[in-house]
């Protein structure tokens, strides 16, 4: 039992930069670090080439953790050089506790492919580790949940088991990729279910984290 005496109130201001599925060259060619100079971290959702990551994470100065997406396939040979593969995990990041689901549901049997059940299983055999972290604050995935930005075709389904982690759970970011579509402005890229704003990476999007946390 935690007394009263003991939790600490602090503000939190965070600027998260997270990306996927295509290069942006004002991310990689023409970067400017005047436009990217306070990024404190950097989430990968999936389907990047390994040396765009590796880039961003000197290129920003700060950590970057990522899930893979289903056309990751040099990843097992060309890692990302200084990032975390965070699927299947949760790390604690300046008070904030992120957990990472990579790959699509499953359509031609190529790597990082998960069935639901694959899928409720890596959860299921995370349970001892969401006890201990009590909450998650930022889910990142590849695949986005069922019937939230995903299609119809057998590749960009969404998996229900992150609808039903939504309801259980209830991080309030769950940030994907996989889903091509441009936005005119980035509210557009934001749906709420729940208490969860689940947002569409695709491209990249800035993340700005401003509230009063207690530990």
Not at 53 to 64: Q, T, V
Not at 97 to 124: F, P, V
Not at 180 to 208: A, C, Q, S
Request: glycine share 6%.
């Amino acid at each position: 039992m935690i007394a009263a005496t003991d939790l600490t109130h602090y503000r939190l201001f965070m600027k998260i930069l997270t990306v996927s599925d295509v290069v942006i060259p004002e991310l990689y060619r023409e970067f400017d670090i005047n436009r990217f100079h306070d990024i404190d971290l950097v989430l990968g959702c999936g389907d990047l080439p390994p040396e765009y990551l590796a880039f961003l994470l000197h290129a920003m100065n700060a950590p970057l953790y990522y899930v893979k997406g289903n056309h990751d396939l040099r990843y097992d040979s060309s890692p990302p050089m200084g990032c975390l593969d965070i699927h299947g995990r949760i790390v604690k990041f300046k008070g904030l506790n992120i957990m990472g689901l990579g790959g699509s549901r499953w359509y031609n049997g190529g790597i990082n492919q998960y069935t639901e059940a694959e899928m409720r299983k890596t959860i299921r055999r995370m349970i001892p580790s969401l006890w201990w972290h009590r909450c998650i604050d930022i889910l990142i995935t590849h695949a986005p949940p069922r019937h939230v930005h995903d299609a119809e075709d057998r590749c960009h389904r969404g998996f229900d088991s992150f609808c039903r982690f939504i309801s259980r759970k209830k991080p309030r970011y769950l940030i994907h990729g996989h889903i091509h579509r441009t936005f005119d402005h980035p509210r557009e890229r934001i749906t709420l279910v729940e208490k969860t704003e689940v947002i569409n990476t695709y491209g990249y999007h800035i993340l700005e984290i401003n509230d009063d946390k207690i530990s």
